[in-house]
């Protein structure tokens, strides 16, 4: 159990776009979603906190405007690259926590992208 | 806040030896101390972790020990084998205040296994 899932695996897109990434939990309620971001050889650096039905808790120094993130549902979350430009290229990954404040996390696969 | 720092940033082994990567954190309200290992290109995968109860945890070729009083917890891999090359992250979960339950990550080691 406690499988997440991302999608897209992969994205290219221009300079300008919009580009949304989808986090769902497949067999089990995330009350919690986290998304990180990854650049190459670095650690996992937190984005956003987000809570279902509730706004999303951004770290300092996230644009809250640049990244929307919408948790709708108990299995689902994305996140929205508004406006991309080539230095939100990245590895964006989601992990999930079953319960409010529970400590284990399980992550997604991980989305690559890509700005032109 | 927390503050995550592992050493060391690169490590190398030969198979069969054993590897130790070590981590200290700076909230003492700190209270969850997972190890993730990732490999190229994929999702970190949860390998063992220690809660703040405990001193000692052992899975196999895996275990961790913590030190709550200096503040750091160490990562044990024994009998390494190829398949054990990746990058390790220690994480602590916060205690208190904004980032309360948010995991924070120390920057990684690479460990590579020499056949």
């Known amino acids: 159990g406690a499988v997440v899932s991302q999608h897209p695996s992969w994205v290219i897109c221009k300079s300008g776009t919009s580009v949304k990434i989808e986090c769902r939990s497949l067999d089990f309620q995330a009350t919690t979603m986290f998304w990180y971001r990854q650049f190459p050889k670095q650690s996992l650096m937190l984005m956003a906190t987000?809570?279902?039905?509730?706004?999303?808790?951004?770290e300092q120094g996230v644009e809250k405007d640049k990244f929307l993130i919408n948790h709708a549902s108990l299995t689902l979350s994305t996140l929205t690259v508004t406006s991309a430009h080539p230095e939100d290229s990245s590895f964006y990954i989601c992990?999930?926590?079953?319960?409010?404040?529970?400590?284990?996390?399980?992550f997604g696969p991980g989305t690559r992208l890509l700005v032109l | 806040g927390e503050n995550v720092e592992q050493h060391p940033s690169t490590l190398s082994v030969q198979e069969g030896d054993s590897a130790v990567i070590k981590c200290t954190y700076s909230?003492?309200?700190?209270?969850?101390f997972p190890w993730y290992k990732q490999e190229l290109g994929k999702r970190p995968q949860l390998i063992i972790d220690?809660?703040?109860?405990?001193g000692e945890k052992k899975d196999q070729r895996i275990a961790v020990t913590l030190n709550k009083t200096a503040k750091h917890f160490s990562l044990h891999i024994t009998e390494t084998q190829p398949e054990d090359s990746a990058v390790y992250f220690c994480a602590a979960k916060s205690g208190y205040g904004g980032s309360q339950g948010n995991l924070i990550f120390g920057k990684g080691t690479k460990l590579s296994v020499k056949p």
């Open positions: 220690i809660r703040s109860n405990v």
């Open positions: 987000s809570n279902e039905g509730s706004k999303a808790t951004y």
């Open positions: 992990s999930a926590s079953r319960l409010a404040g529970a400590e284990t996390q399980y």
């Open positions: 909230d003492s309200a700190s209270n969850y």
